[in-house]
């Protein structure tokens, strides 16, 4: 049974996403402030987190950064909130959110984004106990620790950038379309908009070298060592 921590200050939303989740067979936390969620998060073990940006207390995006700089398990973070504008949806993604759900919102999509982000983390953890890094070049991936290593530095990434990069590196030389890259990082294709995808790339090529992610304009990405 997997444990999901449900933090926004609208009791409302957090009774009505219990009913859908719980008949899913997931346990549910809830908090109605960041600092409740946050000392959730420190003492219980839990699979995923459900975060409204406008809390009291401790807001939506200070509690994302806590959870990626204090975690060390990782937490698929999905973000549901009243913010609608694009600096928002790509904010909340840089600071490591997985997903972001705008209010208002159908339940059965938040209970089937959840499914989603769980199941591609057993699968992710499958695969990282098969194989612990790709190398590529000059580039290493280390695929348990999700961090990019290069000239003999660790670097870190967020959830976001790692599964694009990953996808990149799987395949050098091969070219990857905006949809396949959307759908690796973030399951769904809505999810997330062109300029999104700019962001992750621009972030990524500063860590790895402008040289490695090339552009194929029309059609998307590759990766070069």
């Known amino acids: ?80 909130s009243a913010k609608v504008t694009l600096s928002d949806r790509v904010l909340g993604i840089d600071l490591g959110a997985d997903d972001y759900i705008t209010k208002p919102f159908e339940p059965l999509e938040v209970a089937a984004k959840v499914k989603a982000q769980l199941r591609r983390l057993n699968v992710s953890q499958i695969g990282n106990e098969e194989k612990s890094e790709i190398t590529v070049g000059d580039v290493s991936l280390n695929l348990i620790e999700c961090t990019l290593q290069k000239d003999g530095k660790s670097i870190p990434l967020t959830k976001a950038e790692f599964m694009v990069l990953q996808l990149l590196m799987s395949s050098p030389k091969r070219v990857f379309t905006k949809e ?46």
Not at 3 to 14: F, R, S, T
Not at 45 to 51: G, M, P, W, Y
Not at 191 to 216: C, Y
């Open 180 to 225: 396949q890259i959307y759908e690796s990082a973030w399951y769904d294709a809505d999810a997330v908009d062109d300029n999104t995808i700019r962001v992750i790339i621009s972030r990524l090529r500063d860590k790895v070298g402008s040289e490695h992610i090339k552009t194929i304009r029309g059609l998307g990405y590759r990766y070069e060592e």
């Open 1 to 80: 049974m997997a444990n999901i921590l449900i933090a926004d200050d609208e009791k409302e939303i957090v009774r009505l996403l219990r009913i859908y989740l719980e008949s899913e067979d997931i346990q549910v936390f809830e908090a109605n402030d960041g600092k409740e969620a946050m000392e959730i998060l420190d003492h219980e073990e839990i699979d995923l987190a459900l975060i409204d940006i406008m809390m009291p207390k401790i807001d939506g995006y200070q509690l994302i950064k806590h959870i990626r700089e204090q975690k060390s398990k990782y937490i698929p973070i999905i973000v549901i």
